[in-house]
């Protein structure tokens, strides 16, 4: 069985794929996910659920929620006598077992990922990273209502992603693809307007596309953006680029990829 949370939550097994119809059960799906193999008290799971405005009868709901959430997963795995959530002082756990999280299996890919750029396998990289983005199929967890854990694991795993998408471009600049990442890149930098990374990269993609006066436009943007909002100017690297572009391409490893 997946729990896949890299995207609306769902529950996939060998007959398909479902979701939890109600959301103060799928948050507590998600809260024992995202806490995998930890025990979580339900003064935590509360939080998540109410946040400072607790009903009356809070921790009776909340056995009712783990009483459905029990069924639900029973469904999926009807060969399995325990429940992967268990009730353990002080609270409850979901024990993952053979069992397999999308979250878990991107973070493998993309430090997996990560190695293969660091031994200059850059083919190799391409296709762990590009594997990892795969599985995401919208933002973490859909539209649930997020608390302070399911909002900073979000959080967390957005900025994974990022770093990503970034790991792969240069990889993808390294074999000479740099036509293949302009698009995304103007995507990536209209969504994230501060991260230097993304401009530096489809200024170099342009470079090497023969685009040179696009280059120094994104440069201009990239200043532009950073100083009126930031107040800060282009940092070290993209100003480096932007020097060598007006130096007509010196030094030559902005016109060819590396070897």
Same mark, same amino acid.
């Given at each position: 069985?997946?729990?896949? @949370?890299? +995207? ?16 103060? @059960?799928?948050?507590?799906? *998600?809260?024992?996910? &995202?806490?995998?193999?930890? &025990? ?20 009776? =709901?909340?056995? &009712?929620? /783990? ?6 997963? %029973?469904? %999926?795995?009807?060969?399995? *006598? ?14 993952? +077992? ?6 878990? @299996? ?15 396998? %850059?083919?190799?990289? =391409? ?12 933002? $973490? ?18 900025? *994974?992603?990022?770093? =990503? ?16 990442? $302009?698009?995304? /890149? ?8 501060? #991260? ?18 696009? *280059?120094?436009?994104?440069? #201009? ?10 107040? &800060? ?9 932007? %020097?060598? @572009? ?14």
């Amino acid at each position: 069985m997946r729990y896949e @949370i890299l +995207g609306p939550l769902r529950v996939a097994d060998g007959a398909g794929r479902s979701e939890i119809s109600a959301p103060k @059960i799928e948050t507590v799906l *998600a809260v024992l996910l &995202v806490r995998a193999d930890r &025990v979580v008290t339900p003064e935590t799971l509360t939080t998540e659920l109410w946040g400072d405005r607790l009903p009356r009868r809070a921790t009776a =709901c909340l056995h &009712v929620y /783990m009483s459905q959430l029990r069924k639900f997963l %029973h469904r %999926h795995r009807p060969d399995r *006598a325990e429940s992967p959530v268990a009730t353990q002082p002080p609270g409850y756990v979901l024990r993952l +077992g053979a069992d397999e999280l999308d979250s878990g @299996i991107f973070l493998r890919l993309l430090d997996e990922g990560r190695g293969l750029l660091r031994g200059r396998r %850059h083919a190799e990289a =391409c296709t762990r990273l590009e594997s990892a983005l795969a599985l995401w199929r919208g933002p $973490v967890l859909g539209d649930l209502r997020k608390g302070p854990i399911l909002d900073g694991f979000a959080a967390w795993l957005r900025e *994974a992603r990022l770093e =990503c998408l970034e790991l792969l471009s240069e990889a993808q600049l390294t074999l000479g693809r740099h036509r293949e990442i $302009v698009e995304r /890149m103007h995507v990536l930098i209209g969504e994230n307007p501060y #991260r230097e990374e993304y401009y530096r990269q489809l200024m170099l993609a342009l470079f090497r596309s023969e685009r040179p006066e696009d *280059a120094l436009r994104v440069y #201009r943007a990239a200043r532009r953006v950073l100083k009126e909002d930031l107040g &800060v100017e282009p940092s070290r690297p993209l100003r480096d680029l932007h %020097h060598a @572009i007006l130096a007509a391409g010196e030094p030559r490893r902005l016109y060819a990829p590396a070897s």
